[in-house]
């Protein structure tokens, strides 16, 4: 309702603002909807400004930060990391300032836990295509991390296995089957048997070893 003065007393008029209020309370809860998905998630979601100050993030962020520093925070001092991490991150926001949307994997320690994140950093453009801040969106990958390692680390152990079997358990194999043919069978009591016994007996001690050595992987 709007009034306003006249000659003759006040003009008074009525507009309807029903369909307004309709998409002003869409809009509202719309904002409340991906409030409530931003903090429910235990992701880490932030963003900075170009001068590196939080523009927004969402609980798990804020409570990791708690963890960090020790304190209850919304904003960071330069005491609250050691210059090393600082560095690593200034580094990392420096890049996606200049344009370069990219990701990586991450250590960490957070409380006596080893943690991997796969953390993903995006520029925030303007209308204008200008970078003005950067977000961010860290994923715990731990479990997923670890069994990778593990695939690797067992696919490496089969390639080393799979040399010796092709080289070290062959060359003693051959060796025996070399001597073999030298045993005099025919004559038991030959003296030269007793020297091709020590060789057979040499390389059988030789493949045992490399049979161990396959076992032990």
């Known amino acids: ?32 909807n ?7 998630t235990s992701d880490l979601i932030w963003s900075i400004d170009a001068k590196y ?30 210059r090393e991490t600082l560095e690593e991150w200034t580094e ?5 300032f200049q344009g370069e949307a990219f990701k990586l994997v991450r250590r960490d320690i957070v409380g006596d836990r080893e943690v991997f994140e796969e953390i993903s950093f995006n520029p925030i453009l303007d209308k ?14 731990t479990k997923q991390y670890l069994y990778t390692q593990m695939i690797e680390e067992q696919n490496e152990q089969l390639k080393q296995i799979s040399w ?22 025919a004559d038991l009591i030959d003296p030269d048997n007793i020297r091709v016994l020590s060789f057979i007996e040499q390389a059988s001690m030789e493949l045992d070893e490399v049979i161990r050595k396959i076992n032990d992987y």
């Not at 990392?92 to 996606?96: A, D, E, I, T």
């Open 34 to 40: 991906l409030r409530a998905i931003i903090n429910n």
């Open 128 to 141: 204008d295509l200008m970078v003005v801040g950067v977000s961010c969106f860290a994923r715990d990958i």
């Open 53 to 82: 100050d939080f523009i927004s993030a969402n609980s798990a962020f804020w409570e990791r930060l708690d963890l960090k520093t020790g304190r209850r925070t919304t904003a960071l001092r330069s005491d609250d990391f050691d």
């Open 164 to 185: 010796i079997q092709s080289h070290e358990l062959r060359m003693s194999v051959a060796n025996i089957l070399g001597l073999i043919p030298l045993f005099n069978k």
């Open 1 to 32: 309702m709007h009034v306003y003065p006249s000659s003759e007393g006040i003009v008074v008029y009525f507009v309807d603002i029903t369909q307004q209020k309709k998409i002003q309370q869409k809009i509202s809860i719309d904002e409340q």
């Open 92 to 96: 990392y926001y420096r890049r996606s």
